[in-house]
């Protein structure tokens, strides 16, 4: 079952993730990325796909935070597997749930295994992932990982969308790339958007240079 993109803009580029997936969200100092990885797990959580969450951060704080964005009317319990790590070696254990995987912080859990180290858990990940039909969501902080490890993980995803932002004369402009992705999807633009920490708005409108 896929997943659909229930971001008003962003879904008419991209409608749905495939299951057996790998797909990596990256970005800067922005906590969009974030956002929208929580975005996606709630989406799964309401079609009754289990969600396997492994963070770098507090638990009970990511816990509060899918709690407020799911509203009152949703409870997070009975759904989430949550696991907080300061690193990884594999995650095999956590990807033959099924549903969706996400992985926030995941150049941080990984930071400290060689390239060859690197590619092997992505290999094997993937091999689980086609076979459990789990949806992979890894959250990575750009120019965290060596320039080598991180050619690995943009060379051994399916999909890759980039959160980036710019100095303007404006101001900073916030914009979305998709380089990659895993039906042929590429997106060889800007698109502009804008977060306020509650809700992340796509505007396709406006031209990003």
């Known amino acids: 079952?896929?997943?659909?993109?229930?971001?008003?803009?962003?879904?008419?580029?991209?409608?749905?993730?495939?299951e057996g997936t790998i797909v990596i969200v990256e970005s800067g100092a922005d906590s969009a990325k974030s956002f929208f990885i929580r975005r996606l797990a709630l989406t799964a959580a309401r079609l009754g796909q289990p969600v396997t969450f492994v963070t770098s951060r507090d638990q009970e704080e990511v816990r509060s935070l899918l709690s407020r964005e799911a509203?009152?009317?949703?409870?997070?319990?009975?759904?989430?597997?949550?696991?907080?790590?300061?690193a990884v070696q594999r995650l095999d254990e956590f990807g033959r749930a099924?549903?969706?995987?996400?992985?926030?912080?995941?150049?941080?859990?990984?930071?400290?295994l060689t390239g060859t180290e690197l590619a092997g858990l992505?290999?094997?990940?993937?091999?689980?992932?086609?076979?459990?039909?789990?949806?992979?969501?890894?959250?990575?902080?750009?120019?965290?990982?060596?320039?080598?490890?991180?050619?690995?993980?943009?060379?051994?995803a399916d999909g890759l969308l980039q959160f980036h932002a710019k100095e303007s004369g404006e101001g900073i402009v916030r914009f979305i790339r998709?380089?990659?992705?895993?039906d042929g999807t590429f997106v060889d633009r800007n698109v502009y958007y804008e977060f306020d920490g509650r809700r992340l708005a796509i505007d396709l409108r406006s031209r990003v240079l």
């Open 178 to 182: 998709i380089p990659k992705w895993s």
């Open 71 to 86: 509203g009152p009317d949703f409870q997070v319990d009975g759904w989430l597997h949550l696991h907080e790590r300061d």
């Open 122 to 156: 992505l290999r094997s990940l993937r091999g689980i992932c086609r076979t459990d039909q789990t949806l992979v969501i890894l959250a990575t902080d750009r120019g965290m990982l060596p320039s080598q490890s991180e050619a690995i993980v943009h060379h051994l």
């Open 1 to 18: 079952m896929s997943l659909p993109v229930e971001v008003p803009g962003l879904d008419t580029i991209i409608p749905r993730i495939s």
């Open 98 to 112: 099924g549903g969706i995987l996400a992985v926030d912080s995941f150049s941080f859990l990984t930071l400290e």
